[in-house]
Structure formats: C-alpha cells, structure tokens
C-alpha cells in the first residue's frame, strides 16, 4: 500500500515537473510565433527595429537575502533567472520577420552592481554578455 501511494506521487511529482517545462517552453515558442513587426513599406531600407527589454535583473549575491552567496539556493535562483532572460533574448533575435538591429535596456541590470569590486563586477558583466549573446565589439 505504502509502495503504490509512493509509485504514484513520485510520478504525480515528475507530471507536475514535464508539464511546467512544457509550459515554460512553449510559452515562448508561441509568444516568438504571434509576435510580429508592424507592416512597414517594402521598399524602405532606412528601417530600424528596436526592442526594449526593462529591468532584466540578474540575480546575484545580493538579490535575496536568504540565499547565502555561496549556496545551492542561489545557484538555483541564478540558473532559472538565466535561463528566464536567454529566453527573452532568443525571442527578440528569433522574431518571425527578423530579429531587432537594436537593443536598448532600461533598469539596473545588475542587482547589487554598485555593490561589487571590479573582478565580481567583471564576472557578473561577462554574464550578462553570455546570456544576451552580445557581440565582441559591444
């Protein structure tokens, strides 16, 4: 009895786990699907898409204070937020007409920037860029 009780919340724990990834990435594939340019005149090549992406926060040491700076509770809530904001990212490049020509961000991208020396602060930048597939000259 025990054993069946088990069987079946282990595989009611694993449904509940595929069917919010499924969620999450289908969320975006039909979000990328829908999301058009607005219909411009064909022969215009003076054309510049812009996208803005507001307040994408990194999370860091100092986002939460009950997540040590060393523990597996922050690296959890750094992975997700990660993979959260490459997301975003992939759809503004991957729209169907074309990706945006220009980015622009708004908001303190890094949480606790003012907070860190230059080495941490380094780190935290090559992140950013990892995440948001920046080009070298940027």
Aim: proline share 5%; net charge negative.
């Amino acid at each position: 009895m025990h054993q069946q009780i088990r069987k079946n919340s282990n595989n009611f724990f694993y449904f509940c786990l595929a069917s919010i990834a499924a969620v999450e990435i289908l969320s975006f594939l039909i979000a990328c699907h829908f999301c058009q340019w607005p219909d411009t005149d064909p022969k215009s090549t003076n054309l510049t898409r812009l996208v803005v992406i507001a307040d994408p926060q990194l999370t860091d040491r100092t986002s939460y204070k009950f997540a040590s700076s060393d523990g597996p509770l922050l690296w959890i809530l750094r992975t997700l937020c990660d993979v959260y904001l490459a997301r975003v990212a992939q759809v503004a490049r991957h729209l169907p007409d074309g990706g945006a020509d220009v980015a622009v961000f708004l908001g303190d991208v890094l949480d606790g920037g003012w907070r860190f020396g230059d080495a941490e602060f380094a780190d935290e930048w090559r992140r950013f860029r990892r995440i948001f597939w920046l080009p070298p000259e940027v």
